[in-house]
């Protein structure tokens, strides 16, 4: 099983959006490497005709009723907001699409 | 006054009721305790001395009317900072959350307030629950009360450090990978995983959904089973929850007696890597219970092996996806906002400042395990252990009641020591690992010193699902046993602070 | 773009065949959200109708809203999917701040339902068969509002405004398998196909499916390839196409834009494309790289939905009569031609005239006002007859109120313009602008005796029995009484004035 290069870190590093320093980035690259070398052992059960389990519990169909529960006021739910303005969460300029 | 915070949950809540002792002279005890030793010990990240002692007032209040006071009216807890507590800071050990007052509470807060539970604060805990020793906290390391300069396991050092240091008889931990009984075993103390799905997670900041389980620590099984019972039961507000009577764990925690029952030794906890205090120690208890007129036998586990691996790559994967909410836009940390900057820059950038390396680490790897192309070999693999874990663990339990192994491979280490090799912090949770992965019910119980370094050494006794009061009933047993044998608990031969 | 010079229609389909897909949003109008119990009502004030789980506060989990899943099952059966027996949610991963939890709860490669068809019916009466890949479950995002930036438009704003209050809707998304052979008549597919479902997804009860209220959106997908290849070409993907006439338009422009592109020997970006209502266009959005990895993984804190198979045939034996059938029954019970049905259903009739005649109205009398005026008014303004503003109770009442003489044809005219125009219900409409028919005699009497007066040597004739004369007077009168007196009774009244039996 490959290991992971300083690139490879870098790219996963965009995707879950952590803005890495370059030292970070040759750290992470060396510790990861070995991390993926030692967790790879669970590829020799690749092959292996066993049913995959997602979740320890064998629960289906957990529904609830489509009945309304109270919500949080407007002021509980922006508490916690860094800005907010017109009873809205402020965020910075989006990129991108509408 | 001071032998208040030595009472257990138990005595404390009985002389409560009958009138001895005040809630709030109780409340006041541990918050003079935790002002006294906690400066050294850091196991409170949050001290809520206000709402404690207004909690432990309508306690005595109550009793005054002569109303009906629950088995833990009035007993003081500490509660992990994982667990959310409305109008009180929960941070989760990161500075991601720093200042964040949460506007619910998550079902275990609510349970444990309508149980009449004095909550005193919240427990230090490895950032996001990710660690083994509570030196990932954004908030400073824990001491381990038996010796500061070691680490009182992780993630929730702090709940566990505070038993041992005698400022709460009770606490709430939450155990991932062994979380719960891993710091238990290292700080001489009890703690428990229920079985998946038993204690509500509605409010539990998730580190890995299909893992994370919230559970009691006690300083005597008695008080655990307490705590279990008031905590666990269905929650319509948890998909996961399950809909079935709690375990009689209560009553099982009573019996202390195991004869007749079937113990089986896990073969592959043992051998290279395992200390030999720690092994010395556990034979002893294994020994104990064949005494006690348990029929013993050993198992093979061979799947356990993967264990480890599989858990490195299951919990990183749902913990990427689970903390991606933390993007400074809603709530927490946001720095990096000069006007000029986009969101998607200062998600980046707040990520950057906000979380620790041991969290970044684990996203990085869950993102990487996840990402196209690798997760047929890696998720998809793992979750396939998972299934085979489940069929050795089938399998010993079609032969055996309980299983038992050492909680940890060694003792507490000192802080720092592992600190930059994740793989060797990692091997602390050897034992305690496939119990998550599979969903059962597992205990970690003081049962001696490590001649070597005298300290404490836990044994995990592991059950099938909704088999809890098993765990009791064993660790009931071997705990009487010992007391006995010693003459006093484990704990009092602690170094005081 | 828009500015840039395209090969026409023609010439496109003279070289090219499209291949669309086409991927709906659904809104289902349930009471609560998919996984938490916050209200979906529109309009409330920002945020107010959010909570733990919808906001993605940390440590809330989601609980499934069983009228989601059953809706679901319904649309899947409404479309002949094959409804599966074991499903679950997954976790499509990516940042974005109207998505709270910075992944969208979703399903993955476990659809509730698959495999379907929906038959759609053309203008000229053919029938077109789009084939279904997939319904499966998800929930909508917040909305954002741009502040800064030219007429609320994301780019140039300084900042977003986040308000989730739509966060955690629940939609069905309807992804279509690739619609080959439509040719020329690949945009009245799209055009058609988003019409039929939208009838679909009103006759199950499970939606308004106003997509003038964004309870229904739709993405086209278009590819071109040389007439006579197999192998498909690069697709584009123009988002939130949000009403039936920008469906039809948005392919068309794709069409062109791609023939125009490849016939330079150029080649096609797979993309995001925004469409403008205003000149028809397509513009460029976001390019897609495969930076993209949405890293899918069964949502852990849900656990699998396995609709028992005998609730399924439950659900498939109450379904209701879907619209095709409807049509040709309502066909029949409102006796008209296939023509007339035709322009009928190609105006968006069908659902206001039914309700129009539920609400007491005849066939004919529903059918008029609705084919006529509110037809024509839809046409002129690019809107949806169903969606003018007013009710088909409203054009009954207008109906009732000519059947029962108190208005002519021209006053409830007027009548509907003032609904349309918002001045409130059609009587107080008449008593507002005062427009009913005059035909009680006191009023009238007075008029006539005018008229009399007025024209005596008109009268003198009919006296002397000319009575066609009369029409000149019945003009002076309704002249004065501005047309609104009744024409049969002024005329009677004349002649009696005059002493003149009438033949
Ligand atoms: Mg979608
Ligand atoms: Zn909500």
Known sequence: MPGITREEVAHLARLSRLELKPEELDHFAEQLDVIIGAVARVSEVAGQDVPPTSHPLPLTNVMRADEVRPSLTPEQALSGAPAAEEQRFRVPQILGED | MTELIRYTAAETAGAIAKGEVSAVEVAQAHLDRIEAVDKKVNAFLHVDTEGALAAAKAVDEKRAKGEELGPLAGVPLALKDVFTTKGVPTTCGSKMLEGWIPPYDATLTSRLKDAGVVILGKTNMDEFAMGSSTEN????????????????????????????????????????????????????????????????????????????????????????????????????????????????????????????????????????????????????????????????????????????????????????????????????????????????????????????????????????????????????????????????????????????????????????????????????????????????????????????????????????????????????????????????????????? | MSVMTLVSYEDALASYDPVMGLEVHVELGTKTKMFCGCSTELGAEPNSQTCPTCLGLPGSLPVVNAVGVESAVKIGLALNCDIAEWCRFARKNYFYPDMPKNFQTSQYDEPIAFNGYLDVQLEDGSTFRVEIERAHMEEDTGKSSHVGGATGRIHGATHSLLDYNRAGIPLIEIVTKPIEGAGERAPEVAKAYVAELREVIRSLGVSEARMDKGQMRCDVNLSLRPNGTEKFGTRSETKNVNSLRSVERAARYEIRRHATVLSDGGTIVQETRHFHEDDGSTTSGRIKDNAEDYRYFPEPDLVPVAPARAWVEELRAALPELPRVRRARLQAEWGLSDKDMQSVLNAGAVGPIQETIAAGAPADQARKWWMGELARRANETGTELSEQPITPVQVARVAALVAEGKLNDKLARQVIEGVLAGEGEPDEIVEKRGLAVVSDDSALGAAVDQAIAENEGIAAKIRDGKIQAVGALVGAVMKATRGQADAARVKDLILEKLGVEGQ
């Open chain 2, 137 to 497: 906290s954004a908030y400073g390391p824990t001491g381990n009360p038996w010796d500061l300069t070691r680490i009182p396991g992780g993630s929730g050092g702090g709940s566990a450090a505070a038993l041992a240091a005698f400022e709460a008889p009770l606490a709430i931990g939450t155990d991932t990978g062994g979380s719960i009984r891993q710091p238990g075993a290292v700080t001489g103390t009890v703690g428990v995983k229920p079985t998946y799905g038993s204690v509500s997670r509605y409010g539990l900041v998730a580190f890995s959904s299909s893992l994370d389980q919230g559970g009691p620590c006690a300083r005597t099984v008695l008080d655990a089973a307490l705590l279990h019972e008031a905590i666990a039961g269905h929650d319509p507000l948890d998909s996961t929850s399950i809909d079935a009577p709690v375990p009689a764990v209560v009553e099982a925690a009573k019996m202390r007696d195991v004869r007749g029952m079937r113990i089986g030794v896990v073969k592959e906890f043992a051998g290279e890597g395992y200390q030999a205090g720690v092994m010395e120690r556990f034979n002893e208890s294994v020994e104990l219970l064949r005494e006690l007129g348990a029929e013993v036998v050993e198992v093979s586990c061979p799947s356990f092996t993967l264990a480890l691996p599989a858990y490195y790559l299951i919990a990183p994967s749902e913990c990427s996806s689970n903390l991606a909410r933390f993007d400074a836009m809603r709530y927490g940390l946001r720095v990096g906002d000069d006007g000029t900057r986009s969101a998607e820059e200062v998600t980046a950038l707040t990520r950057e400042a906000g979380f620790g390396d041991e969290v970044k680490r684990r996203i990085i790897l869950g993102t990487y395990a996840l990402s196209s192309g690798y997760y047929d070999a890696y998720y998809g693999s793992a979750q396939k252990v998972r299934t085979l874990i489940s069929r050795d663990f089938d399998a010993a339990f079609a032969g055996v009641d309980v299983l038992v192994s050492p909680t940890t491979p060694t003792t507490a280490f000192p802080i720092g020591e592992r600190a930059d090799d994740p793989m060797a912090m990692y091997l602390a949770d050897l034992c305690t690992i496939p119990s998550n992965l599979a969903g059962n019910a597992a205990m970690s119980l003081p049962v001696g010193l490590a001649p070597e370094d005298n300290l404490p050494v836990g044994l995990q006794i592991i059950a099938p699902a909704m088999a809890d009061d098993r765990l009791y009933r064993v660790g009931g047993a071997v705990e009487a046993a010992l007391n006995d044998k010693w003459g006093h608990t484990l704990l009092e031969e602690a170094p005081a602070l």
